[in-house]
């Protein structure tokens, strides 16, 4: 059974803090999407990455950085949260190649920042 | 840009049929996709379609297609109060994996 997992549900950090949300996929897939959610907007995509240590900005990048260094594994890293940063987080992976482009999804990250 | 728009809301009764629509701009999308987001958890693929289909049937979801018009939907039959849950269409966009989300539509489905 294909499995992305990040590392927490629930999280709360006050202004200024360095936030660091992990995301683990089992599955040997090329490709890692993190992606934030708030309600009427949708999903917005932050980061992807098609391979280990390359990474491309999404939509809404400002804000964030990510990190891979591992094929499995893709960090999102907030430099200073900031209160627009509270929202859910998204983690994703698909296969290139693979019919259809399907991206597997971790439960989230629901990031309260105070 | 590219763009994917959906109604934020759609409420039916049990055992009526759902039907969730979606626009989107890119013409050139290989596949277009149905996701499900059920309270608190992740997006799971309920089914998806591949550009040149006009349909697609799967148990109880139909996708139909219209490329002329750029127009998706999703039919549910005999909706169930399980199925409440956020739906997302979501097309391909310039190869590479990555996708278009739309807004999700909040299906509320009452007894």
């Known amino acids: 059974d294909v499995k992305v997992t990040q590392s927490s549900r629930y999280l709360v950090k006050r202004t200024g803090e360095k936030v660091f949300l992990e995301c683990v996929q089992d599955?040997?897939?090329?490709?890692m999407f993190w992606y934030r959610q708030d309600p009427g907007l949708g999903l917005r995509l932050i980061y992807f990455?098609?391979?280990?240590?390359?990474?491309e900005k999404g939509d809404i990048p400002e804000g964030y950085s990510v990190s891979r260094e591992k094929k499995e594994r893709f960090s999102l890293i907030l430099e200073s949260a900031s209160t627009n940063q509270t929202s859910m987080y998204l983690c994703?992976?698909?296969?290139?190649?693979?019919?259809?482009?399907?991206?597997?999804f971790g439960p989230g990250t629901r990031l309260t920042v105070t | 840009g590219e763009d994917v728009e959906q109604s934020l809301f759609l409420s039916v009764r049990e055992g009526d049929s759902s039907v969730i629509n979606c626009t989107y701009t890119?013409?050139?999308?290989?596949?277009l996709y149905w996701y499900k987001q059920e309270p608190g958890a992740g997006l799971q693929l309920l089914t998806y379609i591949f550009s040149n289909m006009d349909m697609k049937q799967d148990q109880r979801l139909t996708v139909l297609l219209n490329k002329k018009d750029k127009h998706l939907s999703l039919r549910i039959a005999d909706t169930q109060t399980g199925d409440s849950a956020i739906y997302f269409c979501a097309e391909t966009y310039n190869q590479g994996g990555k996708l278009i989300f739309g807004q999700g539509t909040e299906l509320s489905v009452k007894p």
């Open positions: 994703a992976s698909s296969s290139t190649g693979q019919g259809g482009y399907e991206q597997y």
């Open positions: 599955m040997d897939h090329e490709n």
């Open positions: 890119d013409s050139s999308s290989t596949y």
């Open positions: 990455s098609y391979d280990v240590k390359m990474k």
